[in-house]
């Protein structure tokens, strides 16, 4: 059973950076696809970011490309998520997502495992 924990979350500036974490235990993580959701207050969860299995693959929301970058560490069974230029409507729990099919899109419900989310809060 895959278990995610993110971490990294937290206030900052409009125009700041911030690097969210998700730890990743019970398995390695070699075989699975990773995804970063947001959820605004009354708002419906939103797919941000997709690396696949082997991580040559990446995908962005429109709302971010240019601005987040996706990777990950399998040695270190982590994956990250690099947000720079960060804005106001970008305010949001930001949870992390494991696909163990290895292949998948940004869609809640092609992920099987879910971690607890992070809170982060542009604001000045």
């Known amino acids: 059973q895959l278990q995610l924990v993110e971490s990294g979350g937290g206030l900052v500036q409009p125009g700041g950076s911030l690097r969210l974490s998700c730890a990743a235990s019970?398995?390695?993580?070699?075989?699975?696809?990773f995804g970063w959701f947001r959820q605004a207050p009354g708002k419906e969860r939103e797919g941000v970011s997709y690396i696949s299995s082997s991580g040559g693959t990446t995908n962005y929301a429109d709302s971010v490309k240019g601005r987040f970058t996706i990777s990950r560490d399998n040695a270190k069974n982590t994956v990250y998520l690099q947000m720079n230029s960060l804005k106001p409507e970008d305010t949001a729990v930001y949870y992390c997502?494991?696909?163990?099919?290895?292949?998948?899109?940004?869609?809640?419900?092609?992920?099987?495992?879910w971690g607890q989310g992070t809170q982060v809060t542009v604001s000045s």
């Open positions: 019970g398995s390695t993580l070699d075989y699975y696809a």
């Open positions: 997502a494991a696909a163990a099919l290895g292949v998948a899109g940004m869609e809640t419900y092609e992920y099987d495992y």
